[in-house]
């Protein structure tokens, strides 16, 4: 099945900068990655999405590219804010459809 | 529009015995999965309902059995209850049919502890 890998495991960064999260997967015919945000004690946010037809895709500081021959996909967090402090998820469809997530990145910004 | 809500927020059971988890999805959301989340990991995929009927599974056991009602709302059950069952059940919900393919939009979850 799908097998999805997500580095790095936590990110501190000083507000204003760029945070980067990596993210491979193991099966070709994936074809859906969303990213997700999750804060404590709360569920996972969708905060955007990229479908294997796109290589890149922009919503105001938030930025995810995807590199399908190498299998893996990036979310990039431009001018960080304390508010961006959270975990957040890759996943990707396996070949039956359904979304595996990575095992997440603690970000901390710190003003 | 009114978001997904799970019920209840917590709840503290005794090995062996039964949960039943309530979940309402997203107005106008015909798809229903669920997901149980171990402290520190991320969301493993349980299955998904649409159209009332179960749509994939993961890799869990029987003992965990869903149901998908006519408004789409859905309950998780789990019978025979161990302890590796506490954590953190997430519902979500998804505009479309298909596995995977769509948006799914994630409730606040519900905190199972099973002592």
């Known amino acids: 099945g799908e097998n999805v890998e997500q580095h790095p495991s936590t990110l501190s960064v000083q507000e204003g900068d760029s945070a980067v999260i990596k993210c491979t997967y193991s099966?070709?015919?994936?074809?859906?990655f969303p990213w997700y945000k999750q804060e404590l004690g709360k569920g996972p946010q969708l905060i955007i999405d990229?479908?294997?037809?796109?290589g890149e895709k922009k919503d105001q500081r938030i930025a995810v590219t995807l590199n399908k021959t190498a299998k893996h996909f990036s979310l990039h967090i431009t001018e960080t804010q304390p508010e961006d402090s959270a975990v957040y998820f890759c996943a990707a469809t396996d070949s039956w459809g359904k979304l595996q997530f990575g095992a997440g990145t603690q970000v901390v910004v710190t003003p | 529009e009114t978001g997904v809500t799970q019920s209840p927020t917590h709840l503290i059971k005794t090995r062996g015995q039964q949960v039943t988890l309530r979940c309402s999805s997203q107005?106008?959301?015909?798809?229903v999965s669920w997901y149980q989340q171990a402290l520190g990991q991320g969301p493993q995929f349980i299955f998904q309902y649409y159209r009332e009927e179960e749509n994939g599974r993961g890799n869990f056991p029987p003992r965990f059995s869903g149901l998908q009602f006519p408004n789409y709302s859905s309950e998780l059950n789990v019978n025979a209850l161990e302890l590796d069952d506490s954590a953190l059940y997430l519902c979500?919900?998804?505009?479309?049919?298909?596995?995977?393919?769509?948006?799914?939009?994630f409730g606040p979850g519900t905190r199972l502890t099973v002592t």
């Open positions: 107005s106008g959301h015909n798809t």
């Open positions: 979500a919900s998804s505009p479309r049919g298909g596995l995977g393919l769509y948006e799914q939009y």
């Open positions: 099966d070709s015919a994936s074809n859906y």
């Open positions: 990229i479908r294997s037809n796109v």
